[in-house]
């Protein structure tokens, strides 16, 4: 099963990899880097994770981080000695040696690349994950096997670390690497990872054949994917169901179904469109109630109302089979409730997500408005439970996307959470027009 955000990313899917995990043998985190952030609480512990699936948490479930991914290995080992330290062992943790290794020069790159920009930033997170995958396309990467073999690490950032000062110095006006120290460094790092260093796609093939429970983990969201999302305001990977087989190395017949999370409003984080953003008192509202800031950069992201336009592009995109709808109790105080259902563009009406951002940046939202509840959510364990203005705007999201929403999740704690139906052994989608006998999608 693959889990996937439906949106710019931030939907909450660290709380849901968590409650599948549960139930999975293997957590698999196949793109991006250090660029993303879960927080998962559990009782009077929150972990704040960037590159460790949350799978970590349940002593069984393995976790992999797959050749996809780009690590930072001292980011990961700051988030190992986190682990250790609140008392959870991480000897289940597996990475991929065909990853690739982001390195000092890719963060100052990043950064410096930001601050040439000027007013054509893209608003990264400034971890050097652009450069680290810019590396790899170009053939230039250091991959975690490159780490483990002291005397081949050497060579190769004795000719590259040369070459990038070339770049630091005479483009960016910055100071040279010594490559003396990096080099130290790393192999300090590599020593420490090397019992987590494994062949990762053995390790899934053997998970398979014994028909194990694989949940793949993407970071980001289908609109910060560098093909099908609002480029070139995205990340450099492939965030989208599909960036799953690639990036963890199954075949596309290993997948047996998708599951989409969206928050029950939207954010974004960094430049770029966002035709539903709201900034008014509701955006803030929103912003404060459902403290919207970064878990990586601490940046404020953005907010605004749910947009079914986009909802139905990742129902497409992915081809979801269901969804998990977080943060609905954000949506508790306010008197109305407004989603986006189509867009304006001149005087045409766009019910598909227009695949060109300049495009996406003319259009104005059209919006059906709905009554809000003004009673809290966070305590309601079933459908039964949720004020009936609640239900019914659950029921309208569902039925703008043609998907039925499997999971409801009413704030940051484990129990929090309404189980509409197994999104593991449930119903799946057949074909994107057919109509759902589900409570969430009449
Ligand atoms: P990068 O991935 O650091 O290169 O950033 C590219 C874009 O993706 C920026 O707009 C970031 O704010 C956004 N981004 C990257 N990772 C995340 C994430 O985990 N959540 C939300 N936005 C992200």
């Excluded at 660290?14 to 957590?27: E, F, P, Q, W, Y």
């Excluded at 959870?88 to 990853?99: D, E, G, K, P, R």
């Excluded at 954010?267 to 800031?293: M, N, S, Y």
Aim: glycine share 10%.
């Amino acid at each position: 099963m693959v889990i996937v955000g439906a949106q710019w990313g931030d939907e909450g899917k660290g709380k849901i990899t968590d409650l599948l995990s549960h139930s999975a043998d293997l957590v698999v985190r196949y793109q991006g880097g250090v660029n993303a952030g879960h927080t998962v609480v559990v009782g009077e512990r929150t972990f704040k994770l960037h590159l460790i699936p949350s799978g970590i948490l349940y002593p069984k479930t393995r976790c992999v981080i797959a050749t996809g991914t780009v690590i930072d290995p001292e980011v990961l080992i700051q988030e190992l000695d986190c682990l250790e330290k609140l008392g959870v062992a991480a000897h289940n943790l597996f990475i991929s040696q065909t990853a690739h290794v982001t390195m000092p020069y890719h963060r100052l790159i990043d950064l410096a690349e930001e601050d040439r920009r000027g007013k054509y930033r893209l608003g990264t997170t400034g971890r050097g994950i652009g450069p680290t995958y810019a590396d790899k396309a170009s053939r230039t990467g250091i991959r975690v096997l490159d780490l483990m073999d002291p005397v081949g690490l050497t060579e190769k950032l004795n000719w590259i670390i040369p070459y990038k000062n070339v770049l630091l110095e005479k483009i960016y006006g910055l100071a040279p690497l010594d490559p003396s120290p990096v080099i130290d460094r790393y192999l300090a790092y590599a020593e420490r990872l090397r019992s987590h260093v494994c062949d990762a796609g053995v390790l899934l093939e053997e998970a398979i054949c014994n028909r194990e429970n694989i949940l793949f983990e993407g970071a980001q969201g289908t609109l910060l994917d560098l093909d099908h999302g609002t480029y070139p305001y995205v990340t450099s990977s492939n965030p989208v169901a599909g960036g799953a087989c690639v990036g963890a190395g199954v075949g596309p017949t290993m997948i047996d179904r998708v599951i989409g999370v969206a928050k029950a409003y939207t954010t974004r984080v960094g430049e770029g469109p966002f035709p539903t953003e709201l900034t008014d008192a509701i955006g803030q509202h929103l912003g404060t109630k459902g403290a919207e800031f970064g878990t990586t950069t601490g940046r404020a992201r953005r907010c605004g109302w749910f947009d079914a336009v986009i909802g139905r592009y990742a129902v497409r995109t992915n081809g979801l089979d269901c969804l998990a709808v977080t943060k609905l109790d954000v949506l508790d105080e306010l008197a109305e409730i407004k989603v986006c259902v189509a867009y304006r563009l001149g005087d045409q009406v766009l019910k598909s997500f227009p695949s060109d951002s300049r495009i996406l940046a003319q259009c104005e939202p059209i919006y059906e408005t709905l009554p809000g509840w003004q009673s809290c959510t966070c305590d309601c364990q079933q459908l039964s439970d949720l004020p009936a203005a609640a239900l019914a705007y659950l029921q309208f999201l569902a039925r703008q996307m043609a998907t039925p929403i499997a999971i409801v999740s009413l704030g940051a704690e484990r129990g929090q959470t309404i189980i509409v139906e197994d999104p593991i052994h449930g119903p799946k989608r057949a074909l994107l027009t057919d109509a759902f006998d589900h409570p969430l999608c009449p």
